[in-house]
């Protein structure tokens, strides 16, 4: 229908009810509750499940008597809003908020939350005890790490695992104030050993860290980890283990160091060894998985080595608040607090919390491929370190200005000098969009960048990398006047590349024009905007096709 207000079909925040003989008010409470349990949303009033517009029922009409309803039977008080539109019959929305403080129930004491089936079609499903756990988890509300093993003692404690977190402490640097500490006053310092009435009982983190192994599999069964080696289609490793957090990360750092092989480059007067993993960017990427992992679900904390790169993940998605968005700027907030603190202060951890800034530098301070999250998924966080050649020149570019600075650059400047690399003669606008930066941040770093003689201003407002940096090259002039080329021929090449064949990918793409696939990526990403070209799907394997062009076997 022209100018119809209601969206089309129902989704995970949209919901259709019949009201043609009064809708369950039971059953309206139940569909409140799930939707501020879940993502929030909209639940129409007077439409059927296939979309036909069929009224409300006369007793629904009065909208304040309605949301006092609602509010007065769900706990915590639900505080939606509601309205009424006319399409010709008339139907009320009701807008029901997103949860963000509390798990919410209806008076009589159901717990739903909202999901999708496999036919992409929604419903509500009660809340489980240990999806409670997750949900007031994600809210950080609760630190599962902390809970209090009542049923478990300090011989569910095993001292070659204490001894091995003395060692961590030794190798890492951690917090020296531990060391002269007896075990039980080590233990209850980091939260892992509760003492209460003179009895010690461990915690989940204490069990996590240092349990014996058939003290993990009794109280904390859904731990464990897998490491992966393929080569193509072929397995080269697959092991399973269900080791304390500690004896699991150092296995798992032992095994992609085998593999973790380097190259040498020449820096100057500096010779430089870059292995293709950064270590430091690996162990906090693998200590994060262990850290916010979901403990209540069952699943692994996942290694995979891969010809295309490294996966690391792990069940339980971004907690509340994180996104892929903002991931590099949001409030640093794990889901298993203790557990997290505790491997600070072993030296495992990033400090300051801030272990995300680590992974990025580790591939950013060399040029190479950001770190991808689009993998991740609402019970998934997956990580892809992509395989990719670092770039001397900007490793060259980089160092000097620490050097110079007398500090390390930080995390918005590499992005933005790394953007700028594969993308030269962009705006603010056009950054910010790439980066997933504001753009007040943006124009902030860049005022720095310039004045600091290695980025340039171009026209009005169009930035670039400073061409004065790449003088000690032989190949400079030709660097940069390949990074100063007409993107517009790019795009159109794609575009013919695109209407011959039936689907393009950005590894097609970077091969094409010989560029790197984040390049690759920014200018297909670019196409879609104009909208000359659509996905097919989505992800770092996406498939990409001419707009309206649709497959030979359709």
Not at 157 to 167: H, N, Q, T
Not at 423 to 449: F, G, H, W, Y
């Amino acid at each position: 229908m022209a100018g119809r207000m209601i969206p089309d079909k129902e989704t995970l925040t949209v919901e259709f009810k019949s009201d043609l003989k009064k809708y369950d008010d039971s059953r309206l409470f139940e569909d409140v509750v799930a939707f501020a349990n879940t993502e929030g949303g909209e639940l129409y009033l007077g439409i059927e499940d296939d979309g036909t517009i069929t009224g409300l029922h006369k007793e629904h009409l009065n909208i304040q008597t309605l949301n006092a309803f609602i509010a007065n039977n769900t706990v915590p008080p639900v505080a939606s809003r509601i309205e009424i539109i006319d399409e010709g019959k008339l139907v009320a929305r009701i807008s029901v908020p997103k949860s963000v403080g509390v798990v919410v129930a209806t008076r009589s004491g159901k717990m739903l939350r909202r999901r999708l089936k496999s036919d992409g079609t929604p419903e509500n499903i009660p809340m489980y005890p240990n999806e409670i756990t997750t949900r007031l988890s994600d809210l950080r509300l609760l630190d599962y790490s902390a809970l209090v093993v009542f049923d478990g003692s300090y011989e569910d404690i095993d001292f070659i695992e204490i001894e091995r977190l003395r060692r961590n402490i030794e190798i890492y640097s951690g917090d020296q104030t531990l060391s002269g500490l007896e075990n039980t006053e080590l233990l209850k310092a980091l939260g892992l050993l509760r003492e209460m009435e003179g009895v010690f009982y461990p915690t989940v983190a204490g069990i996590l860290m240092l349990g014996k192994s058939h003290s993990i599999q009794r109280f904390v069964p859904t731990s464990g980890a897998s490491f992966q080696v393929t080569s193509g289609s072929t397995v080269i490793v697959n092991e399973d283990y269900n080791l304390p957090v500690l004896a699991a990360i150092e296995k798992i750092i032992d095994h992609i160091s085998a593999r973790n092989t380097e190259a040498e480059f020449e820096i100057g007067l500096h010779r430089m060894s870059i292995p293709e993993f950064d270590r430091r960017a690996l162990r906090e990427a693998i200590v994060n998985a262990f850290c916010h992992r979901d403990y209540s679900l069952m699943g692994r904390v996942r290694v995979h080595i891969a010809d295309e790169g490294l996966v690391i993940a792990n069940p339980g998605g971004f907690i509340e608040g994180v996104n892929i968005k903002n991931l590099l700027n949001a409030e640093p907030h794990g889901r298993n607090q203790t557990l997290a603190d505790a491997l600070k202060r072993v030296g495992l951890a990033e400090k300051t919390g801030r272990g995300i800034d680590r992974i990025f530098e580790g591939s950013l301070t060399y040029g190479r491929q950001a770190p991808d999250y689009s993998g991740s998924t609402s019970t998934t966080v997956s990580l892809f370190i992509p395989r990719s050649n670092p770039d001397p020149e900007l490793i060259r570019i980089i160092v000097d200005e620490q050097q110079r600075t007398g500090r390390p650059l930080t995390i918005n400047m590499l992005l933005i000098i790394n953007m700028l690399r594969d993308m030269p003669k962009s705006t603010v606008s056009q950054l910010s969009d790439a980066i997933n930066m504001q753009e007040a941040v943006v124009r902030n770093v860049l005022a720095r960048a310039v004045e600091d003689g290695f980025v340039n201003v171009q026209g009005s407002g169009n930035y670039i990398l400073s061409r004065a940096l790449y003088k000690s090259n032989n190949n400079g002039v030709g660097n940069a006047r390949k990074r100063d080329i007409d993107e517009s021929s790019y795009l159109e090449m794609i575009k013919n590349m695109a209407k011959n064949s039936e689907f393009i990918s950005r590894a097609d793409v970077a091969e094409l024009l010989r560029v790197k696939e984040s390049k690759a990526y920014t200018l297909l990403k670019a196409l879609v905007k104009a909208g000359a070209i659509e996905a097919v799907n989505k992800g770092r394997y996406a498939k990409y096709r001419l707009k309206n062009k649709q497959p030979k076997n359709i």
